[in-house]
């Protein structure tokens, strides 16, 4: 019975946290024709 106990709680715990990230690659906001960043830095 504890075993049982242990392993819900284990899946619930893990389901809580599978549901909080963003699906797919990250990018940034706003139109791509208007980000500036990554700015590359001139040679020294």
């Known amino acids: 019975m504890r075993a049982l106990l242990v392993v819900l709680i284990g899946l619930g715990l893990a389901t809580g946290l599978s549901g909080c990230g ?5 990018h940034a906001p706003g139109p791509a024709d208007k980000i500036t960043y990554p700015l590359t830095y001139p040679p020294e």
């Open 22 to 26: 963003k699906k797919g690659a990250p």
